[in-house]
């Protein structure tokens, strides 16, 4: 064969090459679209877990398409909301700084008529577990709880679909209320929970993110594994106010203050302290937290029998018990990442994360009656940390798995392997 058609057939199996590389994406291709080639590095969730789900659902496993359905249809339900910001409130902060979160104290209510003199009807009376529907007015509170969920939902949809529409939106709704100059969050909650007449703004209102954040955290993680419309200055920009923001929570005098607390509130803030960590590469903070949590937290917080006699004294004690759970669960996850095995340690008189879980299945499964004060006992409140402990090794947990109640909208537990606040009284 001569030069000349050696060369045409070169040339005629070079184009036949692009036409089966146009035809056919290569596997590094089709992971880039996806965000499928990296295990994501959750703070809280176990990433590989996550993976493991996703290639589950592409073999068509018949166990996950229910709850695949349920999580689509809720982050189709987002995708048409935000995005919002902490700037569009009707008055800023006590500060000034329209940029500065504010939300006032759920269970504290006017005790006189309001008057041109007395516009607030000071001063305010607390009423333990009565939410008062002016919070949900006029300050970022419930804002923050719709980019919280939104996020979470709509990065878990983009993880295991792939369609590119949930993950733009996400995006956009993180990058409205934390990055974006004109309308980012400042990274810290001088103002959270005020009382009108009383307080600017109280340790206590960091519960307002350390019972969210690092869901929110956990998405971030998700998007950066290749998501559209997820750019490296949104990376950046994240980073730089998670830095920031756990700098406030360790150093200032309210998360000093948080960080002292003796029930739900101290769990909370080790929890967010500690994912925080894990998310900005202070692995060692984050393990000391974990650490520091046994005789910190669970010696004082939970008795021998499992009862958590802290939350147990509030009015809506199920869902406090369960609340506080949350915490230290998802704690117990990120002990995992820095090895610490939380769920292992047994206290001095024998109390324990699964003794906590343990002291909830009868009420958890329907079998008895929840025997202590709730104004409103919703059963589902259990079943996410049910399911933590059974993963963990809790036979009585494993057990009660089938009776456990879905909450409403399914439940995404075998999506989402990690403890979430089940029945929200934020609405």
């Not at 369609?163 to 956009?172: I, P, Q, T, W």
């Not at 998360?255 to 998310?279: I, P, R, S, W």
Request: glycine share 8%; hydrophobic share 40%.
């Amino acid at each position: 064969m001569t030069g000349r058609p050696r060369r045409r057939w070169a040339v005629v199996l070079t184009a036949l090459a692009g036409c089966v590389a146009v035809l056919v994406p290569t596997a590094s291709s089709q992971a880039a679209a996806t965000g499928s080639h990296q295990v994501p590095k959750t703070a809280v969730i176990d990433g590989k877990r996550l993976e493991e789900a996703r290639k589950r659902l592409e073999r068509g496993d018949p166990a996950l398409r229910q709850a695949a359905g349920d999580l689509t249809v809720r982050a189709d339900g987002w995708l048409g909301q935000g995005p919002w910001t902490v700037v569009d409130k009707p008055k800023p902060a006590p500060s000034g700084d329209v940029h500065d979160y504010l939300s006032q104290a759920p269970y504290w209510w006017p005790s006189q008529p309001k008057t041109p003199e007395n516009p607030w009807g000071c001063p305010y009376v607390q009423r333990d577990g009565e939410r008062n529907p002016e919070v949900d007015t006029g300050t970022d509170r419930p804002d923050i709880g719709k980019v919280v969920n939104s996020t979470t939902t709509l990065s878990l949809a983009w993880y295991y679909t792939g369609k590119k529409k949930y993950a733009e939106h996400a995006s956009k709704i993180l990058r409205t209320w934390f990055v974006d100059p004109a309308t980012r969050m400042n990274p810290h909650l001088n103002h959270g929970q005020f009382i009108p007449c009383k307080y600017d703004g109280r340790a206590i209102g960091i519960i307002d993110f350390s019972q969210m954040y690092t869901s929110v955290l956990d998405a971030i993680a998700i998007l950066d594994t290749g998501a559209p419309g997820w750019s490296g200055k949104d990376r950046s920009g994240m980073r730089a106010w998670n830095t920031a923001f756990l700098d406030w929570l360790v150093n200032s005098p309210f998360g000093k203050e948080e960080a002292a607390a003796k029930n739900n509130h101290g769990t909370f803030h080790d929890m967010q302290v500690a994912a925080l960590a894990v998310a900005t590469g202070d692995k060692a903070l984050a393990r000391r937290t974990v650490l520091e949590a046994r005789a910190k937290r669970i010696d004082p917080q939970i008795a021998a029998d499992g009862s958590q006699p802290q939350e147990l004294a509030r009015t809506r004690s199920w869902h406090y018990s369960t609340f506080d759970l949350v915490a230290y669960t998802r704690l117990a996850d990120i002990g995992d990442k820095v090895g610490v095995d939380l769920w292992a340690y047994r206290g001095p008189q024998g109390q324990s994360l699964f003794k906590a879980v343990d002291y909830l299945l009868p009420a958890a499964t329907g079998a008895a009656p929840w025997p202590h004060p709730e104004l409103e006992f919703y059963r589902y409140a259990a079943t996410d940390v049910v399911h933590a402990a059974a993963d963990a090794g809790d036979r009585r947990a494993k057990a009660a798995v089938p009776r456990l109640q879905a909450p409403p909208g399914g439940d995404l537990w075998a999506l989402r392997p990690a403890a979430e606040q089940l029945d929200s009284i934020a609405g």
